[in-house]
């Protein structure tokens, strides 16, 4: 499973909690927003958070399947106003808000509303760690939904927010302190949100406690088998063969000690050693005529 995707998913809903119209009316996957919304009073918005697609392209084979800057992940919100009627029996019937300026307007502001508290509130927390989690924003998709026949009329507003991540947590790898998944874990238990501290719950024995070796951890990474890790050799991987290492050249070996010659020169001179005495003709002077 892909821990990032639910922490994420979840940071989201975090993030967006009592930051738009929809005030706490904000839930994972959940229909429970729209029942928050429907029960007492007039129309009030909602946002129900998921996450799509999640796409995964290895540049090299195994080699980057948990590299999130390969990653397309599709994180949609939903966003729809909803009340709650009765018919003149009594009968308590659902209904997504119709499809007016107001209403149309109201989605607006909540998308709004809902980009600024995952990106553009500084002074968010859980928007804080939401683009710790994530590494780029490549694209968003806005899609409107719509109907009006059988007696249904309703206006609703599907953001889906394509971003890349940062690298996924891999087995033999203890995150530290101030990694954005333990950061959400901390910042889950100190605001135990409806299914937010029971993401981190879940999550948090998940992870593991047991720090692998660095070559382990980067086989895990690369996707490689023992072997082709060792041949790599990244920091701390045991060899195949093991090292011998030539100490440095002594030049006062110890009595006894074997040593190789080492040819050194005292002096040098530019007489011919065989017959120092030996006279050689006066050189005769060169003379050229030039026309």
Same mark, same amino acid.
């Given at each position: 499973?892909?821990?990032?995707?639910?922490?994420? %998913?979840?940071?989201?809903?975090?993030?967006? &909690?009592?930051? $738009?119209?929809?005030?706490? %009316?904000?839930?994972?996957?959940? +229909?429970?927003?729209?029942?928050?919304?429907?029960?007492?009073?007039?129309?009030?918005?909602?946002?129900?958070?998921?996450?799509?697609?999640?796409?995964?392209? *290895?540049?090299?084979? =195994?080699?980057?399947?948990?590299?999130?800057?390969? &990653?397309?992940?599709?994180? $949609?919100?939903?966003?729809?106003?909803?009340?709650?009627?009765?018919?003149?029996?009594?009968?308590?019937?659902?209904?997504?808000?119709? $499809?007016?300026?107001? +209403?149309?307007?109201?989605?607006?502001?909540?998308?709004?509303?809902?980009?600024?508290?995952?990106?553009?509130?500084?002074?968010?927390?859980?928007?804080?760690?939401?683009?710790?989690?994530? %590494?780029?924003?490549?694209? #968003?998709?806005?899609?409107?939904?719509?109907?009006?026949?059988?007696?249904?009329?309703?206006?609703?507003?599907? #953001?889906?927010?394509?971003?890349?991540?940062?690298?996924?947590?891999?087995?033999?790898?203890?995150?530290?302190?101030?990694?954005?998944?333990?950061?959400?874990?901390?910042?889950?238990?100190?605001?135990?949100?409806?299914?937010?501290?029971?993401?981190?719950?879940?999550?948090?024995?998940?992870? $593991?406690?047991?720090?692998?070796?660095?070559? &382990?951890?980067?086989?895990?990474?690369?996707?490689?088998?023992?072997?082709? #890790? =060792?041949?790599?050799? *990244?920091?701390?991987?045991?060899?195949?063969?093991?090292?011998?290492?030539?100490?440095?050249?002594?030049?006062?070996?110890?009595?006894?000690?074997?040593?190789?010659?080492?040819?050194? #020169?005292?002096?040098?001179?530019? +007489?011919?050693?065989?017959?120092?005495?030996?006279?050689?003709?006066?050189?005769?002077?060169?003379?050229?005529?030039?026309?």
């Amino acid at each position: 499973m892909s821990l990032l995707r639910a922490v994420i %998913r979840t940071t989201a809903v975090g993030a967006l &909690r009592d930051q $738009t119209w929809a005030q706490e %009316r904000v839930s994972d996957s959940s +229909m429970t927003p729209i029942a928050q919304a429907v029960y007492g009073g007039p129309a009030k918005p909602y946002i129900l958070v998921y996450t799509d697609r999640d796409d995964i392209s *290895p540049v090299q084979a =195994k080699a980057e399947l948990y590299n999130g800057q390969n &990653r397309l992940l599709q994180l $949609t919100m939903e966003i729809g106003v909803a009340s709650a009627i009765r018919d003149p029996s009594g009968k308590l019937n659902i209904q997504i808000a119709n $499809t007016d300026e107001g +209403m149309e307007l109201a989605c607006d502001i909540v998308q709004a509303q809902a980009l600024a508290a995952l990106i553009g509130n500084p002074q968010s927390a859980w928007g804080e760690v939401f683009k710790q989690l994530t %590494r780029k924003v490549h694209r #968003v998709l806005t899609v409107r939904g719509g109907q009006s026949g059988q007696g249904v009329k309703y206006s609703a507003r599907r #953001v889906i927010v394509v971003l890349s991540t940062i690298f996924d947590a891999v087995p033999g790898e203890v995150l530290l302190d101030n990694h954005p998944i333990n950061k959400f874990i901390a910042m889950a238990k100190s605001n135990p949100f409806l299914h937010v501290l029971d993401t981190a719950n879940v999550i948090q024995p998940l992870l $593991t406690n047991i720090n692998a070796p660095s070559w &382990r951890q980067a086989q895990a990474f690369l996707g490689l088998d023992a072997e082709a #890790v =060792k041949i790599l050799n *990244p920091d701390g991987t045991p060899l195949p063969v093991p090292l011998f290492e030539t100490p440095p050249y002594d030049p006062f070996p110890a009595p006894g000690t074997p040593d190789e010659y080492v040819p050194s #020169v005292k002096d040098m001179t530019l +007489m011919d050693d065989d017959n120092p005495e030996q006279e050689w003709p006066p050189l005769e002077p060169q003379y050229h005529d030039y026309d």
